[in-house]
Structure formats: C-alpha cells, structure tokens
C-alpha cells in the first residue's frame, strides 16, 4: 500500500472557522495529526471525516500534536481512551502539562496586562474566553515526547521532527523527505498572518524565535505545505518571505505608534489591531501579540521601558544607551 495523506476540514467555535486534521495511512497503520477542539460538532466531524476513509477512531496507531493550542488536541484525552498514542514536541508537552494542572495560571497572565494599561473591562472578557477555551480542553498525559531531528514513523512512513519555536515555543513541523511534503501546523498559513504572542512563563522573544524557524523551513526544495488552516501551498519560500516582510512592516508601524510621547502596550495594540472589531478571544491573542512585538523591539534596542509612579509601563523610541538595555 502506497502512503497517502488525507486532509480532514474539521468544524471549531471561533471566527477561524475550520482546522486541517491529516490522516496518514501508510503500510504501518494509520496515524492522525492534530485532532480540532473537543465540541460535540468537531468529535462528529472527526468521526466522519476517519470513517470516510475506512478508518475506526480505535484503529488509529498515533496522534501527533503539533503544537500546545486548544484547537490541535481538544479530543486527544477522548482518542488516548481508545489506545491511540498520544505523540508530542517535548516543550509544548511540558508547557501545556503545566497549563492544565495550574487553572490558576490565566489569572495570572490576564493580571499582567493591567500594568500594560490595558482597561479592566477588556481583561475580565479576555479572561472569559480563556474559562471557555479551558472548558474545551479536556485533560490528558502525553505518551512519548519528540525533539528537534528526531524521525517519527507514522503509518510506518518517516516524518522527520522539525522543531519550529514562535507560534508557539516548542511548535513542531513534520518534514516527509521522500515526498517533499512538509506538515506545518500553524507555523505557516497561506491566508492570516500565525498570531506570535508573548506568553507568561514561556519564550523569552517569541517573535525573534519566529523569525528564525521561518528561515528554517525555506529552501527545503518541498513539493507541498500542508497547514492546519487553509489551503495546501505549493510555493512555502515565498509565503515564508511574505512573512518575515509583515513581521518588519508591523515592527515598524509599532515605531511609529511611539512617535511623541510614552505609549502603553495596549495603546500600541490599537495602534497596530482594530481592537473594537475584535472578539474577546482575538483581542488576547492581539494583546499578546503586541507584547511580543514590543519585547522583540526592544532586544534589538528600538524601543525601552518606561515605568511611571502609577505603576504602570510605557514604552518610548530608545536613544542610542537603550541597545544596553538602559531602562529608567
Ligand atoms: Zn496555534
């Protein structure tokens, strides 16, 4: 039996309205890549979508979870039930392990946006969306952790481990070498920019990370990308290189946003998102994104911290002692 990969265009909850889940069916079996989040609809959708291509959820040998966000395993804990092993890059597992043994950790992230002067009204919807994005999030232990090189087989294929920091800090792509196809998960999307947020307690400059796991994945020679939304690309250098563009054009309007006086984060983040048109959801991730923006700025000594008596952080364009890390 030849090796095929199957998209299944799984339903979720949110404005980004679907999730790209891949069946492998090779001569080892079957394995599935990334799951969609744990809604009644999405375990139905799921359950058709395998059955169609003659495959029991039981008979699943592998479920590879690209990444830590909630929209790539909500029914991990339903399929390990079945015997599936659950599979994971290393430092998403132990992050998102953390997460959901401590609920209290949201509480503590939402809080560090009050300094950033973002108003409280907006904070307790963030922290709504984040109680409802725990609800979708049923609990499970990974079976097996994998790093960075290391050759995984599924459906007794060989997908090589591409470890790609920055969507989020231990995303992992998978690179089928004999086919030039390459799994990547949210770390490229043909259609919206990956949202690049900085995260309590996880990557230090998550977006210089980015940056660099995009150079990484160009000039692989692939033949296809296959992302976890939208359509399948056939020219990942160039979306690569549209990319690493936003994210210059985006640090520079940042920049601009900071022209005249101090400017908090969520000053910057209307500066750089049409926060009112926004959901709940989307403007954490806008928040975080901003954040991650100003952190990367700052490394590179564009911008510096500014703590006033109120407590309360602003950001101005640094003067040449600021790429010290001068802050006053
Ligand atoms: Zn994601």
Avoid at 124 to 133: F, G, N, Q
Avoid at 184 to 196: K, W
Wanted: with cysteine; glycine share 10%; proline share 7%.
């Amino acid at each position: 039996m030849a090796f095929i990969l199957q998209r299944l265009k799984l339903p979720l909850p949110l404005r980004l309205d679907h999730i790209n889940a891949y069946l492998v069916a090779g001569p080892g079996g079957h394995a599935l890549i990334d799951t969609g989040m744990a809604t009644p609809d999405g375990q139905q959708a799921l359950e058709d979508a395998l059955r169609a291509h003659g495959v029991e959820p039981a008979g699943l040998r592998q479920l590879f979870i690209t990444h830590y966000h909630g929209d790539h395993w909500g029914h991990a804990a339903w399929l390990r039930s079945l015997g599936v092993e659950v599979v994971m890059p290393r430092r998403d597992s132990e992050l998102l392990q953390a997460w959901l043994a401590h609920p209290e950790h949201d509480e503590r992230s939402v809080s560090t946006f009050l300094r950033r002067g973002v108003p409280a009204g907006v904070l307790r919807r963030a922290a709504r969306a984040l109680v409802s994005m725990r609800r979708l999030s049923p609990p499970f232990q990974t079976d097996r952790t994998v790093e960075d090189g290391e050759v995984l087989e599924l459906g007794g294929e060989p997908f090589e481990v591409v470890v790609t920091p920055g969507h989020s800090p231990g995303h992992a792509c998978l690179l089928h070498r004999p086919s030039r196809e390459l799994i990547c998960g949210d770390h490229v999307l043909p259609h919206i920019t990956p949202n690049v947020s900085f995260e309590l307690g996880a990557a230090e400059n998550p977006l210089a990370d980015y940056r660099a796991s995009l150079r990484r994945v160009r000039g692989l020679g692939l033949e296809r990308a296959w992302p976890a939304h939208g359509e399948p690309m056939t020219d990942l250098d160039a979306r690569v290189t549209e990319l690493l563009a936003h994210h210059e054009e985006r640090e520079a309007l940042l920049l601009r946003g900071l022209a005249g006086e101090p400017r908090t984060a969520y000053e910057l983040a209307g500066h750089l998102f049409e926060l009112p048109r926004l959901d709940s959801w989307e403007t954490w991730m806008a928040l975080g994104e901003t954040m991650a923006h100003v952190v990367a700025a700052q490394a590179r000594g564009r911008l510096r911290l500014l703590v006033g008596e109120d407590g309360i952080e602003r950001y101005l364009i640094a003067g040449p002692d600021a790429a010290r890390g001068a802050t006053c």
